[in-house]
């Protein structure tokens, strides 16, 4: 008897082990639609995978906006595709800043999205030469869940980071400016001006010409400099309350885990011992 007992404890204490291991975060992806070149546009997916009962969310994505440029902003067939209730809070786009944010939930006793797909869709333009990098420090979501017993309760979710260079203008494109340039100096030559005085204007024009590009170097390298300060400031600051509110979460889930667990193994005691009188009832009768 006594070995039958230990039996079905431990089988449903592997039952409560194996079902805490089998609840899984979501999966997010990001894939790229377009060449990842200077002066291209693309589409950057986030895609969820494994999402059950997904309530709301909230996406902030940052960005360097001397590299990309945001043309538009677009809700992925995850949510698209279902017909349930739902209302849009903020869809901002903020190319000074560097910024797209997103918020949506839905209403009512709705029970949420499900499966896999496309949660969000940018459209950008690469501006110049540099490199692409999405991580949780750049991109941060916020999902959450609608219970069965009709509680709101966030998901946890896993990114895989994505990093890629922005290449060089294709040749095409260079041999096309090299054939305007070609072009433009062609009329300039077929002017009233004699060469003597478009080659002197053109010496002017050059020495003016790195005048200025000079004078502007030196001020967009005081500008990066204050802006790289000023983001890396931010991303301290981002960094530390994206892990205290990680430590928050997590504490609530263990001391919800502890609680839970624990009235388990009363339960599972107090059973114990009323089948264990049961039976010593039963053989003095």
Known sequence: ????????????????????????????????????????NLEILIDLKGVERLYAGDMEFNYDAGL????????????????????????????????????FTCLGKANGYFGRGTFIAINAELIKEGKVVIDKKKLKL??????????????????????????????ADEFKDNKDNNISLKNVQGSEKTKKELHSND????????EDLTEKKKGNIKSNQSNDKSINENKAK???????????????????????????????????ILIRKFYRKKKSN
Do not use: H, P
């Open 1 to 40: 008897m006594k070995k039958f007992l230990t039996y079905v404890l431990v089988i449903i204490l592997l039952f409560c082990f194996n079902s805490k291991a089998m609840a899984e975060e979501i999966s997010t992806d990001i894939k790229v639609n377009g060449e990842i070149r200077k002066g291209n």
């Open 68 to 103: 990309l440029k945001v043309n538009s902003l677009r809700v992925g067939e995850l949510i698209s595709s279902s017909n349930i209730n739902k209302t849009e809070i903020c869809k901002d786009i903020d190319n000074v800043n560097g910024k797209v944010r997103y918020k």
């Open 142 to 171: 916020e999902l959450y869940e609608r219970t069965e017993s009709n509680e709101i309760k966030e998901i946890a979710y896993k990114l895989t980071n994505f990093e890629k260079d922005i290449k060089k203008e294709s040749a």
């Open 203 to 210: 010496k002017e024009d050059l020495i003016e010409k790195k």
């Open 238 to 272: 981002d960094s530390n309350n994206l892990s205290e509110k990680d430590t928050k979460i997590n504490y609530i889930k263990e001391q919800k885990r502890f609680w839970i667990y624990g009235i388990i193994g009363i339960s599972l005691l107090i059973f114990l």
